[in-house]
């Protein structure tokens, strides 16, 4: 099955680190750019950050938001996308979503076409 | 700072109506503008990237328009798959990078 599934989510405490990881299946991974969302209970999208294929340089760009703080990563042998959040904040509960490009050909992609379930991800002392 | 603005924030509407729902670009983003369907407790869905070309899979029903500033998301008749919170996000921006809407709610009437 053509898809990618978030995983790692859980409770953590303010000050903690958590990596979670969106594990991709039924495509080439490695041709396609990642990206991070996540939504906060009740609230809207918001952008973190990607990672593009290496066939486009493997370019990382982040929000202004969580740069210095969050850490995008992939490993294409293993189909794994991860995002590594540190110092983290109650602000960042929420369900963290990855998504992969609409078009493999685009560098910045214009549409995320595939998206996981999300993961939650709880800070609380 | 770029800011996308959509409104209403809720519509309720009947099925078989035609809605439209805006959104609006503090500066033009040409168009670099998709849409996006979230329906309750599911992650989004693209539904229109370059302002008016539907995503693999997307129903004529839907249709996007608009170039610059102002933007509009058409649904012709309204299916009961349909009622869910709509977003609009812009990408010509770098940085921000990807920036959305505050979303519109669309519920049954």
């Given at each position: ?8 989510g ?5 000050g ?6 969106c ?6 991974f ?15 999208l ?14 990382i ?16 042998y293993?189909n ?31 549409g ?8 939650v991800?709880?800070?609380?002392a | 700072?770029?800011?996308m ?25 040409s168009?670099n ?5 979230q ?15 539907r ?7 839907f249709?996007?328009?608009?170039s ?6 058409t649904i ?13 996000q812009?990408?010509?921006?770098w ?7 505050q ?7």
């Open positions: 099955e053509v898809q990618v599934v978030e995983s790692g859980g409770l953590v405490q303010p903690r680190s958590l990596r979670v990881s594990t991709a299946s039924g495509f080439r490695g041709d396609f750019t990642v990206s991070w969302f996540r939504q906060a209970p009740g609230k809207g918001e952008w973190l950050g990607y990672i593009q294929a290496k066939i486009h340089g493997g370019t760009e982040y929000a202004a938001s969580v740069e210095g703080r969050f850490t995008i990563s992939r490993d294409d293993k794994i996308a991860y995002l590594q959040m540190n110092s983290l904040q109650i602000e960042d509960t929420a369900r963290y979503y990855c998504a992969r490009a609409r078009d493999v050909l685009q560098w910045r992609p214009d995320f076409d595939m998206w996981g379930p999300g993961t991800v709880i800070v609380s | 700072e770029i800011l603005m959509q409104s209403p924030d809720t519509l309720s509407v009947s099925p078989g109506e035609r809605v439209t729902l805006s959104c609006r670009a503090s500066q033009s983003v168009s503008l998709a849409w996006y369907q329906r309750p407790g599911q992650a989004p869905r693209l539904l229109m990237y370059d302002s008016s070309t995503a693999t899979g997307v129903p004529a029903r249709s996007g328009s608009g610059g500033t102002e933007f509009t998301l012709s008749s309204l299916q009961s798959e349909d009622f869910a919170v709509y977003y609009c812009q990408y010509l921006y940085p921000p990078g990807y920036t959305f809407g979303g519109t709610k669309l519920e049954i009437k």
